[in-house]
C-alpha cells in the first residue's frame, strides 16, 4: 500500500502520512501542486467554508484543515473512498469535516449555504465540469468572493467566462492543468 500514501504537507498535520484507497482512476493532487496552490491561498483557508468535490483521497480538503478551514464538506461517490476518508477523519480527529457520500451533482443541487473556497477534481474525461459549475451558479454556491481551484486536463478547453469566471492563477504539471478562478466582479 505505499503506492496508497499520502502526505499532508502544511499545518496542524503536516508530515501527517494516511492511506487512502485503491480505487482506479484516483489521483491524490501532488504535494507539489498542493504546495503551489496553498501558497496561492495561505490568506484565504483560515477561517473558510470549503467544499472538496469528487474528494477522492482527500488530499485537498485534508490540507485545507490541517491549514485552518473553519469547515470542510468532502463529497465523494465512490464506497471504498467514502470510507478510507471516514477512517482518516476520525484518525485525525477532524471534528470540523463533513464527508458526503453521494453523487456530486446530486449533493449540489441539496447544498444551501455559500462556501469560501471550493476545490473541484471531477473524474478526467466524464465530461463533468460544466454540468457541476452549472449547478453551483444555479444554487448560488460560492460566496461573491469566494474562490474555485480546479484540475482538469492540459489540453481541456473550457469558457469560464460563460459562468462568470476568470483564471487568477494556473500552473500543469504532466497532463493536469491546476486553475485558481475567481469571479470576473473580484478581480
Known sequence: MKN??????????RSRKLKFADVPGLRPTPDRVRETLFNWLQWHVPGARCLDLFAGSGALGLEALSRGARDVVMVEK????????????????ARNARLV???ALRY????????????LDPPFRQKLLEPVLEKLFAQALLKQDGMIYLEQ???????????????????????VR??????SSCR
Open 178 to 183: 491546476s486553475l485558481l478562478l475567481v469571479q
Open 4 to 13: 496508497n500514501l499520502l502526505r499532508i504537507i502544511g499545518g496542524e498535520w
Open 101 to 103: 457520500h453521494d453523487d
Open 78 to 93: 465512490h464506497p471504498a473512498a467514502a470510507q478510507a476518508l471516514r477512517d482518516n477523519l476520525t484518525l485525525l480527529g
Open 108 to 119: 449540489l443541487g441539496r447544498e444551501t449555504e455559500a462556501f469560501d473556497l471550493i476545490f
Open 153 to 175: 486536463e492540459s489540453e481541456a478547453d473550457t469558457d469560464f467566462a460563460r459562468f462568470g469566471l476568470q483564471v487568477h492563477r494556473e500552473t500543469t504539471a504532466g497532463q
